[in-house]
C-alpha cells in the first residue's frame, strides 16, 4: 500500500481535470490468494442490437457502463481486505478474487463461469467420473445479482457443488434445494417482498388493482406467487399482464399498451409492477408517452433504485411509487474507499505495479473485464453511492469466509495445517450456518435464505430525480408512517381502488361478475346473520341455531326466550275478568233456580235438569283455566275434553226442552201424547246423558288417536320459542266439536218456526237466541283461530268458551232470573205451563210435571 503522501497526491491527481488518461480500474478486479473467490457483477450492459444479432459463438459487446455492478465489485474487494487484514476469522490466510462482468445477460456470465470451474492453474475443464478431488480455479462464486442468470449458473455450479452465494438474486424458485443445492444468497426471497407488497394493499384497503410483471422468469414467477397471495387475502387483480425486457418486442408491447389502457379506463388507482429495471424503463417510457393518468406503483426492488427508471423524462408523471427495500447495514467508510481506489486508478505508479504483480489476467479468453470501468470519473458513481446497496455482496464474502472458517477449523492462533478446502466441502458447513457481519448476525436457512428486514421506500422528487424516503418498515409485520407519504392526488388523499364499495356491518357481498371484488352488499335477513372478520369480507350469511334469533343486518344471534300465554298477559287478564263475570252470573242464576226449583218459571224451564245445564255452564268457565300458563301433558289431554263434554250437557237440556216445543207445536195431538211421555222423567235424564256419552267416546278416540303434545316452536316467532300444545289432526278436533255443533243446529231448527200463543212465555224465542249465540261464536271462531298468531290460540279458544256460555245464559237463563226477581207476580202456572181459565187447548193446569211447552209469538 502506498503512504499517506502518495494516496494524497493520487487522490488530487484523480479529482484534477484530466486529458482523458485511461484508468487501471479493471485491473483492480483480479487478486490472487491461498482461496480465491470468484465474483459475477453487472459491470456492463450489452446493446439490443449486438444480442440480436448473433450468428457465431462470440461474446456480444457490453458497451453501456453499470455504476452498481462496480460499486458490488468493489465492496467485494473491500470485504477480502478487510479479512485479509484481520486475525477473527481466516488468521495465516489470504484470500483472493477474480471477479468478471456479466453483461447482465446468460451468454456472457457462462464465459467466466467456465473459467471458475477450470482446473487450478489452467483454463481448461477437465473431464471426469468423480469430482472429488478436482480442484477448480475459486472456492465460491459470489453472485450474479440478477434471477436470470442464477438460474443458469445455479445449476451449472450445483453439478460440481461449488458454493454460490448470490447479493441480488431474490427468484422464490431458486430456494428449491432439490435444483439449486449449492445456491446461497444474502437477499430475502421475493416471496418475503411479496408478502410485504400484499401487506401494503390491505393497509390501505386496495383490493382492486393491476399486476404486471417483466416478460422472464423473474417476473413470470413473481405474478404467479402474488396471485396466489393476493387471492388468499380476497384481493382481486383486475388486469394482468407481462412487460416485455425492450421496445423492440412490438407484439408484447401491444398487449401492455392494451392493459394500460384498460387500467386507465377502470377504476384501478394501484399497479404492481414486479420487474426487471429493462422492462420498468420499457413500461414507464410508453406511459409517459402516451401521458396514461397517474397511478400508485407498487414497485419491486429489481427497478425500485434504478438509475435508469428514475432518470426517466417525465418519470414524475406517472404518480406515486411505492416500493419495498431489504435493510442490511449502512457501510459508512465505503465511499472513501471507492473514492482511493478511483484515485489509485489514475496513479501510473499503482497501476505499473500492478501489471507486475498480476501478470496475465487471461484477457485473450475472457476479454477485456471492464473497459469501460477505465473511462469514469466519481461523478459516474456517486448517485449510486447515496443509497449503499452494498451491504447483501458485502454479506455473501464473509458468509464464505465464515463457512471456511468452520471448515479449516480456524482459531485465534491460525489455522490447522491440512488439505486444501474443496467446494463441496465447504458446502456441508453453510447450511443453516450463522455468521456474523460487523453488528449484524445473519443465518442460512434450510433453503440458503437470510431474514432480514425491509424498509418502505417513497420516491420523493426534490430535484430531477427522486429520493427515496423511508415511510415504514417491515419484519413479519408491516408498520407504515402514514403522517410522511405524499400522494400525488388532489389535497393528498389517500387514493381509493376498490371494485365496489366496503359492505357494512350485518351485510355480505354478492358477488357479480367474474370477480369476488365486485360485488353488491346484501342484508342479512332476521334468522341469520353475518359472521366473519373483517365483516367486509363476508360472502354468505349464517343461519342462527334453532334457539337463537337475530334481526336484520345484525352480527351475532341472541338466544330465544320462551313465550307462551302467560297468566299476566293483557289479554289473559281481560279473559278472566269475562271468567269471573260470566262463573258469577252462572252461579247466581243457579242458587235462584235451586231455590226457586219448585215454581212454575223452574218448572217450564226444565226443573232440575235446568239446574243440570247451568252447572255444566260453570264447568265449561272453569275449564277455560286450562288454557292460560306454560303448558303441561297434562292440561293438553285435559283441554278439550273438559271444554266440551260440559258443554254437550249443557246443551243436550236445551234439546230436550226444544224437542218438547216441537212435539207440542207441530206434531198431531195423540203423537205428541205419547212422544211428551217419553221426554219425561228417566227419558228425560237418559236423553241428556246419550249426547254426552257420544262425546265422549270422540273425545276419547281423539286422545287415543292424535293425542295433542307439548311442543316448543322455534320457528313461527321471530324472537322467542313457542311452547303450545300441538294438535296432530284438526279433522279430529273438528269431530269433538261435531256433537255440540249438532246440538246447537237440531235445537236453532226445532224453535225457529214455531210460534207461541199470546198470553203465553215464549220457551222458543230463549232457545233459539241461546243456539244462535254458540253457533256465531264457534262459526266465528274458526277464521279466527286460523289468523290469529299462534300465541294467542289458547286465548282465542278461551274466549271462545266463555262468550258461548255467556251466549247461553244471557239469552237462556238470565230474563228467567229477571222475572224471578223483578216480576215474580208473573210466575205463574198459567203464564209458564198453560194451565186454568183461558187456556184454548183445554188442559190441566196442574200437570207442571209435563214439562214445558213453550210457542213462539
Known amino acids: 500500500m502506498p503512504s499517506l503522501a502518495v494516496l494524497g497526491l493520487s487522490l488530487a491527481a484523480f479529482l484534477s481535470p484530466r486529458m482523458g488518461s485511461p484508468l487501471c480500474l479493471s485491473r483492480q478486479l483480479k487478486m490472487s490468494g491461498d482461496y480465491v473467490l470468484g465474483g459475477l457483477f453487472p459491470l456492463g450492459t450489452a446493446e439490443e442490437t449486438s444480442l440480436r444479432g448473433r450468428s457465431q459463438p462470440s461474446s456480444p459487446m457490453c458497451t453501456r457502463f453499470s455504476a452498481l455492478g462496480l460499486l458490488w465489485a468493489l ?42 470451474l477450470a482446473k487450478v492453474g489452467s483454463c481448461d475443464i477437465a473431464a471426469y467420473c468423480d469430482y472429488t478431488h478436482y480442484r477448480p480455479r475459486v472456492l465460491a462464486v459470489i453472485g450474479p445479482h440478477s434471477s436470470e442468470l442464477a ?76 396471485s396466489g397471495l393476493a387471492n388468499a387475502q380476497s384481493i382481486c387483480i383486475a388486469h394482468e399482464g407481462l412487460v416485455p425486457l425492450s421496445q423492440a418486442d412490438g407484439l408484447q408491447l401491444g398487449k401492455v399498451q392494451d392493459v394500460l389502457h384498460q387500467v386507465n379506463q377502470s377504476n384501478v388507482q394501484v399497479v404492481v409492477l414486479f420487474a426487471s429495471a429493462h422492462a420498468a424503463y420499457t413500461l414507464f417510457t410508453y406511459s409517459i408517452r402516451c401521458k396514461l393518468s397517474p397511478k400508485v406503483w407498487v414497485a419491486s426492488e429489481a427497478w425500485l433504485t434504478s438509475e435508469r427508471v428514475m432518470a426517466l423524462a417525465g418519470i414524475a408523471q406517472v404518480g406515486t411509487v411505492l416500493g419495498f427495500m431489504h435493510r442490511g447495514l449502512l457501510l459508512p467508510e465505503f465511499s472513501d474507499y471507492v473514492k482511493t481506489r478511483l484515485a489509485l486508478a489514475a496513479d501510473p505508479a499503482f497501476c505499473a505495479s500492478l501489471s507486475v504483480e498480476q501478470p496475465g489476467l487471461e484477457e485473450h479468453v475472457v476479454g477485456p473485464r471492464c473497459p469501460q470501468c477505465d473511462h469514469i470519473t466519481l461523478q459516474n458513481v456517486s448517485a449510486e453511492l447515496m443509497y449503499h446497496r ?96 405524499s400522494w400525488h392526488t388532489a389535497h393528498n388523499q389517500t387514493p381509493v381502488s376498490q371494485c365496489s364499495r366496503q359492505c357494512q356491518k350485518g351485510q355480505v357481498r354478492r358477488v357479480k361478475g367474474f370477480h ?18 373483517p365483516w367486509w369480507d363476508d360472502l354468505s350469511c349464517t343461519l342462527c341455531n334453532r334457539d337463537e334469533w337475530s334481526p336484520e343486518r345484525s352480527t351475532q344471534c341472541f338466544p330465544r326466550t320462551t313465550r307462551f300465554l302467560a297468566w299476566g298477559d293483557p289479554a289473559v287478564l281481560l279473559l278472566l275478568l269475562l271468567l269471573g263475570l260470566v262463573l258469577g252470573l252462572v252461579l247466581a242464576a243457579l242458587g235462584l233456580f235451586v231455590h226457586h226449583q219448585d215454581s212454575p218459571l223452574v218448572q217450564a224451564s226444565g226443573g232440575l235438569l235446568a239446574c243440570f245445564g247451568l252447572a255444566c255452564l260453570g264447568l265449561v268457565c272453569l275449564s277455560s283455566l286450562l288454557f292460560p300458563g306454560r303448558p303441561s301433558p297434562t292440561s293438553c289431554l285435559a ?93 279430529s278436533l273438528g269431530l269433538v266439536h261435531a256433537t255440540n255443533a249438532t246440538l246447537a243446529s237440531l235445537c236453532f231448527l226445532g224453535t225457529f218456526l214455531v210460534q207461541s200463543r199470546p198470553s203465553r212465555y215464549s220457551r222458543a224465542r230463549g232457545i233459539t237466541f241461546a243456539t244462535l249465540a254458540y253457533l256465531i261464536t264457534w262459526v266465528s271462531f274458526v277464521p279466527l283461530l286460523a289468523n290469529v298468531q299462534v300465541a294467542y290460540q289458547p286465548a282465542v279458544q278461551m274466549g271462545a268458551l266463555l262468550l258461548s256460555a255467556l251466549g247461553i245464559l244471557a239469552a237462556f237463563h238470565l230474563p228467567k232470573c229477571y222475572l224471578l226477581l223483578w216480576q215474580p207476580e208473573l210466575n205463574t ?29
Open 75 to 116: 465492496t467485494v474487494k473491500m470485504a477480502v481486505e478487510e479479512i485479509n487484514n484481520g486475525s477473527t476469522l481466516l488468521p495465516g490466510l489470504h484470500l483472493g478474487y477474480d471477479l468478471f462482468d456479466t453483461c447482465s445477460e446468460p451468454v456472457v456470465a457462462m464465459k467466466p463461469s467456465l473459467m471458475f
Open 639 to 731: 283441554q278439550q275434553p273438559l271444554a266440551h263434554l260440559p258443554l254437550t250437557g249443557c246443551l243436550s237440556t236445551l234439546l230436550l226442552q226444544a224437542a218438547e216445543i216441537f212435539v207440542e207445536s207441530e206434531l198431531p195431538q195423540s203423537w205428541a201424547d205419547w212422544l211428551r211421555g217419553r221426554l219425561q222423567g228417566p227419558w228425560a235424564w237418559l236423553a241428556v246423558l246419550l249426547p254426552i256419552l257420544v262425546e265422549a267416546a270422540l273425545c276419547t278416540w281423539y286422545l287415543t288417536a292424535f293425542p295433542p303434545e307439548v311442543v316448543t316452536d322455534w320457528q313461527v316467532l321471530p324472537t322467542e320459542a313457542l311452547v303450545h300444545c300441538r294438535v296432530h289432526s284438526w279433522v
Open 829 to 857: 202456572p198459567e203464564f209458564f205451563l198453560g194451565g186454568g181459565p183461558g187456556d184454548a187447548t183445554g188442559r190441566d193446569g196442574n200437570r207442571a210435571e209435563e214439562g214445558t211447552r213453550g210457542k213462539s209469538e
Open 151 to 226: 438460474l443458469v449458473t445455479g445449476k451449472f455450479f450445483s453439478f460440481f457443488l461449488m458454493p454460490q452465494v448470490s447479493y441480488g438474486a431474490s427468484m422464490d424458485r431458486l430456494s428449491t434445494r432439490e435444483t439449486f443445492p449449492s445456491f446461497f444468497r444474502t437477499v430475502p426471497s421475493d416471496r418475503v417482498q411479496l408478502t410485504a407488497m400484499v401487506e401494503l394493499l390491505l393497509e390501505f384497503s386496495w383490493n382492486w388493482v393491476a399486476a404486471l410483471g417483466s416478460d422472464d422468469e423473474y417476473g413470470r414467477q413473481g405474478l404467479s406467487i402474488f
Open 516 to 533: 369476488s371484488c365486485c360485488y353488491d352488499c346484501v342484508d342479512c335477513r332476521a334468522g341469520s346473520y353475518q359472521s366473519r372478520s
Open 390 to 485: 452494498t451491504f447483501p455482496a458485502y454479506a455473501a464474502v464473509y458468509s464464505v469466509a465464515q463457512a471456511l472458517h468452520n471448515t479449516l477449523q480456524c482459531n485465534s492462533s491460525g489455522c490447522p495445517a491440512r488439505e486444501p478446502v474443496q467446494p463441496w466441502q465447504l458446502l456441508e458447513n453453510m447450511y443453516n450456518m450463522s455468521f456474523r457481519v460487523r453488528s449484524l448476525a445473519l443465518q442460512f436457512d434450510v433453503n440458503g435464505n437470510v431474514d432480514m428486514e425491509f424498509d418502505l421506500k417513497l420516491w420523493v422528487w426534490e430535484q430531477r430525480t427522486p429520493k427515496l424516503l423511508t415511510v415504514g418498515t417491515f419484519h413479519r409485520r408491516l408498520q407504515v408512517q402514514h403522517g410522511k407519504i
